[in-house]
């Protein structure tokens, strides 16, 4: 995790032995034939009021913050604060910001339940899809790994909200007992608020609306920095993808290069995640849902050509139907 997240946010959530990927029928074979999953750009996410949500909170909690020095500091630096923070969360959300044009995040999402009736219908094709459940250890191993998260998506804990809170009022202090009169102006202003600003907006993907709290959502994230300067040539890295399948450093899985694909009459910029070589480990569990149409039989041949068991008479990998009456 993060480490603003975890030494600032004080939040570690413990790992569940299992997390559920909904899907299509369709999209599970692109998963099980090419043993990957796909980590899609952030930003075109299903969701957009996600984008504008924690913007808006953090937002809400620095001027807050500001304002609670009323009193102690010049008005004249409380109001060139609180006009630079709003410009700043506003380039951030408007993706006019250099933090935000230098960097994308993507991710691939997973639920703790097994069988839920808003993620059948928003990820399952309606309840004809598949839950694929994966091996939670085993992601959470490329937490470890250069640019990549596993996080637990945070919806209303007001205790790592209170923490993250503390820690700004923190460097907050140290800004206005510092700063002098010579540097009253928004680039001065702008230069010692980004520290503070920027880990916590760059994990802004974190954070999404207490309606969807029922999801029990966890995330695994890359975050990819490139180099956008045209007479450098470095985009490299952006496009290449961080570490491969004969990097012994990150073990079990590789990454392949950027990919696209159409989305909407949209593109839609992503990764291959391959987990060939942790291929009987993975999956530990896959749940039909209520409308899905796959037998039992089939599902399992399908297991053992591909090799995620060794026969068909294996029970490594649970199969379970939906039990919510959705016809």
């Not at 639920?111 to 009736?117: H, I, P, R, V």
């Not at 993250?164 to 928004?186: A, D, H, R, S, V």
């Amino acid at each position: 995790m993060h480490t603003f997240l975890k030494e600032c946010g004080k939040y570690d959530p413990e790992t569940p032995d299992i997390l559920y990927h909904y899907c299509s029928v369709d999209t599970m074979l692109k998963i099980l034939q090419n043993y990957c999953i796909w980590l899609s750009d952030a930003e075109k996410t299903n969701d957009k009021s996600e984008l504008k949500y924690f913007p808006e909170q953090m937002e809400k909690m620095l001027l807050n913050i500001v304002e609670s020095y009323q009193g102690e500091v010049n008005n004249n630096l409380l109001a060139l604060v609180k006009n630079v923070l709003k410009k700043s969360i506003e380039s951030v959300y408007l993706g006019s910001a250099y933090v935000v044009q230098n960097t994308k995040n993507y991710f691939c999402c997973f639920s703790e339940n097994s069988d839920l009736l808003s993620q059948w219908r928003a990820y399952g094709n309606d309840g004809q899809g598949v839950a694929i459940g994966f091996n939670a250890e085993l992601l959470s191993r490329i937490n470890d790994m250069y640019n990549y998260d596993f996080v637990k998506v945070i919806y209303n804990q007001k205790s790592v909200l209170k923490n993250i809170q503390e820690y700004m009022k923190g460097n907050f202090k140290y800004i206005f007992e510092n700063i002098t009169e010579k540097e009253l102006n928004p680039v001065d202003i702008t230069f010692n608020l980004a520290p503070i600003l920027t880990p916590i907006l760059q994990d802004r993907f974190a954070f999404k609306h207490p309606s969807f709290i029922e999801e029990k959502e966890w995330r695994l994230f890359r975050k990819q920095v490139g180099n956008f300067d045209e007479d450098a040539w470095e985009n490299e890295p952006f496009f290449k993808g961080a570490f491969h399948v004969d990097d012994e450093i990150f073990g079990l899985f590789s990454c392949s290069d950027l990919k696209f694909r159409s989305l909407h009459n949209d593109i839609c910029s992503y990764f291959e995640l391959g987990f060939e070589k942790c291929k009987e480990d993975i999956i530990k569990r896959m749940v039909l849902g209520p409308k899905c149409q796959i037998e039992e039989k089939d599902l399992k041949i399908l297991l053992t050509k591909y090799m995620y068991i060794r026969d068909v008479e294996s029970n490594n990998i649970e199969i379970q139907r939906s039990e919510i009456p959705y016809v």
